[in-house]
């Protein structure tokens, strides 16, 4: 089974930067799709970037030039670079892989990390 471990959240002023990290440990091989999701309380989890393993990227339309996903498939790790940060930023951040190759084949998920609190504010 793959484990997500994301770091890098924390306390930051509007306009900002944090810069989250998510490794993917086990006996993966390689990961397929990559990505973040946020959550805030009494809302349903919401995509902010998602990067294949190709390096194609998408991104939700509220964070478009201000973030950055970026990967490394030799690590199997994924970061998310968040600049000019907003207090509607604020939320746990969620590492995810859709799906998996180890030595058996693809394991199908989603796959998620504990999360991660970013909270910007004055």
């Known amino acids: 089974q793959v484990q997500l471990v994301e770091s890098g959240g924390g306390l930051v002023q509007p306009g900002g930067s944090l810069r989250l990290s998510c490794a993917a440990s086990?006996?993966?091989?390689?990961?397929?799709?990559m990505g973040w999701y946020r959550q805030v309380p009494g809302k349903s989890r919401e995509l902010v970037a998602v990067i294949t393993s190709g390096g194609n990227t998408n991104y939700a339309d509220s964070v478009k030039g201000r973030f950055t996903i970026s990967r490394d498939n030799a690590r199997n790790a994924v970061w998310l670079q968040m600049n000019s940060l907003k207090p509607e930023d604020t939320a746990v951040y969620f590492c995810y892989v859709d799906m998996y190759r180890d030595s058996g084949g693809w394991r199908y998920g989603p796959y998620w990390g504990q999360g991660t609190q970013v909270t910007v504010s004055s």
């Open positions: 086990g006996s993966i091989v390689s990961a397929n799709n």
